[in-house]
């Protein structure tokens, strides 16, 4: 399961980002096409949280989906797969969509002194 790796590296980037503060709440873009599973995400992210500022922290995914553009007619074609084929019939395929994985948007506790 490569997402317990995945998950590792985002609670380190975030944790560093975050500077000691809490975390509240973490969203992520995850595409549809990049092979990694959100619900393995999840599981892992309780897990890879223990012990650091984002423990009890909110993950919210976005999933993105995948969409190509035909290189021979430029038509934009939604994807299920990370492959297939335009109306036109040619299978010459650029990815627009669909192979992310960021780190949206990351909310931090406020400490009111």
Not at 77 to 94: A, T, W, Y
Request: aromatic share 4%; net charge negative.
């Amino acid at each position: 399961m490569h997402e317990l790796g995945i998950t590792q590296n985002i609670v380190a980037i975030v944790s560093e980002y975050a500077n000691g503060m809490k975390v509240r709440r973490v969203l992520l873009e995850i595409g549809k096409l990049s092979a990694i599973m959100p619900d393995a995400v999840r599981f892992c992210f309780d897990i890879c949280t223990q012990g650091t500022v984002l423990e009890g922290a909110n993950l919210d995914i976005l999933e993105i989906s995948g969409l190509a553009k035909c290189r021979q007619c430029g038509t934009e074609i939604p994807l299920e797969k990370p492959f297939g084929s335009c109306k036109c019939g040619s299978v010459r395929l650029d990815l627009v969509a669909g192979e992310e994985l960021k780190i949206k948007e990351i909310e931090l506790e406020e400490v009111c002194v």
